[in-house]
Nanobody, 126 residues
């Protein structure tokens, strides 16, 4: 079992930045691909970025290209989501998830992940 805990959410003004962390316990995260997802009220859960277990491959949604990046520090058992140039449309609960298998460009699909964190709220507002 892998337990995931997200942190770093909060209230930020448009144009600001936040860095979310996804810390794992129970097992090393080294062998697990990880995805970041978000869900706004009344909307479906949306894949934002995902990263292979080695960190060598990432995919991201068009809506965050040029603004968000994902990285991982396997020594710290943590995956990060750096969010820059935040917009009100980025307001959502953000979740990280870990999966047993890597599906390449399909890694933004939430149904391929086995373990989920509880989420952290990100609100972008002036």
């Amino acid at each position: 079992q892998v337990q995931l805990v997200e942190s770093g959410g909060g209230l930020v003004q448009p144009g600001g930045s936040l860095r979310l962390s996804c810390a794992a316990s129970g097992r090393t995260l080294d062998y697990y691909p990880v995805g970041w997802f978000r869900q706004a009220p009344g909307k479906e859960r949306e894949g934002v970025l995902c990263i292979s277990s080695s960190g060598g491959t990432t995919y991201l949604a068009d809506s965050v290209k040029g603004r968000f990046t994902i990285s991982r520090d396997n020594a710290k058992n943590t995956v990060y989501l750096q969010m820059n140039s935040l917009e009100p449309e980025d307001t959502a609960v953000y979740y990280c998830a870990a999966g047993r298998l890597w599906y390449g460009s399909s890694c933004l699909r939430p149904n391929i992940y086995d373990y989920w964190g509880q989420g952290t709220q990100v609100t972008v507002s002036s």
